[in-house]
């Protein structure tokens, strides 16, 4: 079993940057991709960014060019850095892990972002 931990997120004015992290626990051989979905108010939960442990990176158009994605292997940790933010960003960012990037098998409690003048 995998246990997962994120910190970082909040209030932002449009524009603004914001940070994500997550720390992996457990089982982590049960690792091979690590990542974020993101849930809107009203909607489903959806793909952000992921990436595996080679570094291979994987985003969604929407956040294209704003939104990067490492992890660092040795510390089982996964961060997100997200710059020009838009009021659309709002949301529950959730982190992932798992052998597959769209049924992962681990989640995380979720973190608060939201982007707003």
């Known amino acids: 079993q995998v246990q997962l931990a994120e910190s970082g997120g909040g209030a932002v004015q449009p524009g603004g940057s914001l940070s994500l992290s997550c720390a992996a626990s457990?089982?982590?051989?049960?690792?091979?991709?690590m990542g974020w979905y993101h849930q809107a108010p009203g909607k489903q939960r959806e793909l952000v960014a992921a990436?595996?442990?080679?570094?291979?990176?994987t985003y969604a158009d929407p956040v294209k060019g704003r939104f990067t994605i490492s992890r660092d292997n040795a510390k089982n940790t996964v961060y997100l850095q997200m710059n020009s933010l838009k009021p659309e960003d709002t949301g529950v960012y959730y982190c992932?892990?798992?052998?597959?990037?769209?049924?992962?098998?681990?989640w995380g409690q979720g973190t608060q972002v939201t982007v707003s003048s």
């Open positions: 457990g089982i982590i051989a049960r690792i091979y991709y």
């Open positions: 992932f892990a798992g052998y597959s990037r769209y049924d992962p098998h681990s």
């Open positions: 990436i595996t442990n080679g570094g291979s990176t």
